[in-house]
């Protein structure tokens, strides 16, 4: 009889790789997504395997990319450039210089199972470095779209200056994104405003509470209304709307897109002397928003179900002006239509819209649902049982996953 108390189950780790045209250099990395609490940020742990062989003296390098595209790639003429590739992260990985460097878990897996040929590199992203986001282009744009990016370069070279070529480089994409705090907080979100009328007494109030200030990516946002007509106008209907907030800083520029937007008429109009009380359920979603051009985007991996933007946050005692990239935020916006001389009465109350944080109940759902959405890509999700440490670890190929590359 199986002996049950000497197995060992041990859950498997998903790895992603990718190699060389000439596939004489692979490199592996735990993970994609790399989380910016905002205190710290995770670091990016790779290994790199190689035919040393094939080096002949030569060395390995691997860098840490960004790539902050602010305009359109057709727009680009006489040598003007819209967008900005920066080295943020360089370091030799073959021949290993830092001999002592410091392994994470899934490194020392990694150089146990691909033996003495595997090498490992660490990378941190910079303090205040901006979060992946792309912009959706529409389907009129040839280019790439705007946004930015987060790429690892590995390449073999005489020196880490020489230029590399295609058939010893490899290129994996990554993403730096936020998490929400691991508690939410009791703030209610809310706004109150009134609007007067040139050549008629009294005002019309409106007061809109949103039941959190933060919200996670495919969750309802309920906005509570309180309607109050003192003057003799009438409130004629009310919209409600998720108005995502854009600002590109390398050109100063600033625009809003709606992606979630609810009209209704029910309980108008709002005669004088009357009020209303109503809730507004609002769910924004990329998918609600595929053919609207701007709407920024968690990054630029090929993956369907993809979310929009998650709202910049910044460390406690930095300004919010502070942030560089693309800074995304976000609000319900109410309008209040008055009628043809009457006008709008319009408020806009702040939220935050993020992902849940690692270890929280919320995250297990968000993953689940993300399961359902894509089955396929997810099919190393479930967990996965061996009795032999060195064996579980299931890789993936990246290749499925990258970015178009230029040629």
């Known amino acids: 009889m199986l002996d049950l108390l000497s197995l060992v189950l041990v859950v498997a780790v998903k790895v992603f790789k990718k190699t060389t045209p000439n596939g004489k250099v692979t490199v592996y990395l735990g993970k994609r997504d790399f ?3 905002v205190d710290y940020c995770d670091p990016i742990d790779g290994v790199v395997v190689v035919d040393t062989e094939y080096l002949k003296g030569r060395k390995v390098y691997s860098q840490l990319v960004t790539t902050y595209r602010f305009g359109r790639e057709e727009d680009e003429v006489m040598g003007v450039k819209f967008s900005k590739e920066m080295v943020i992260g360089q370091e030799q990985v073959v021949p290993m210089i830092n001999s002592k460097m410091e392994l994470t878990p899934v490194q020392e897996k990694l150089l146990k199972k691909l033996g003495p040929n595997a090498f490992p590199f660490t990378f941190s992203f910079p303090e205040m470095s901006p979060s992946s986001v792309t912009l959706q282009p529409s389907e009129e744009d040839q280019g790439k779209p705007m946004g930015v990016e987060y790429c690892v370069r590995t390449y073999v070279a005489e020196s880490e200056d020489q230029k590399s070529h295609k058939r010893s480089s490899v290129t994996l994409a990554i993403k730096k994104l936020q ?19 040139t050549f008629s007494n009294g005002k019309i109030s409106l007061e809109v509470t949103l039941d959190k200030e933060i919200y996670y990516h495919g969750e309802k946002i309920a906005a509570n209304l309180i309607v109050s007509n003192n003057s003799r106008k009438s409130v004629r209907n009310i919209r409600c709307m998720v108005v995502q907030h854009v600002e ?18 029910e309980g108008c109009p709002v005669t004088p002397g009357a009020s209303l009380s109503k809730t507004f359920y609002l769910v924004p979603l990329a998918r ?30 930095k300004c919010p002006a ?25 408020t806009d109350v702040p939220f935050k819209l993020l992902h849940p944080a690692e270890g929280t109940v919320e995250r297990q759902r968000f993953n689940a649902m993300k399961k359902m959405q894509s089955i396929e890509r997810h099919r190393y999700e479930n967990s996965l049982y061996t009795n032999e440490e060195e064996d579980n670890i299931v890789f993936e190929d990246f290749a499925r996953l990258r970015m178009n590359e230029p040629e």
């Not at 929400?180 to 907080?185: D, K, L, V």
């Open 35 to 37: 989380i910016d609490h």
């Open 179 to 197: 998490h929400a705090p691991a508690s939410r907080g009791r703030r209610l979100p809310s706004s109150l405003v009134s609007k007067g009328f």
């Open 322 to 346: 502070d942030a560089i990239g693309i800074v995304v935020s976000y609000s319900v916006r109410v309008k209040l239509n008055c009628g043809t001389l009457g006008g709008e009465l319009v």
């Open 288 to 317: 609600s928003n595929k053919d609207v051009r701007g709407v920024a985007l968690d990054g630029h991996l090929k993956e369907d179900d993809v979310n929009l933007a998650s709202s910049t946050l910044v460390c406690e005692g």
């Open 248 to 265: 590109i800083t390398m050109i100063n520029s600033q625009f809003s897109r709606h992606v979630a937007s609810l009209e209704s008429r």
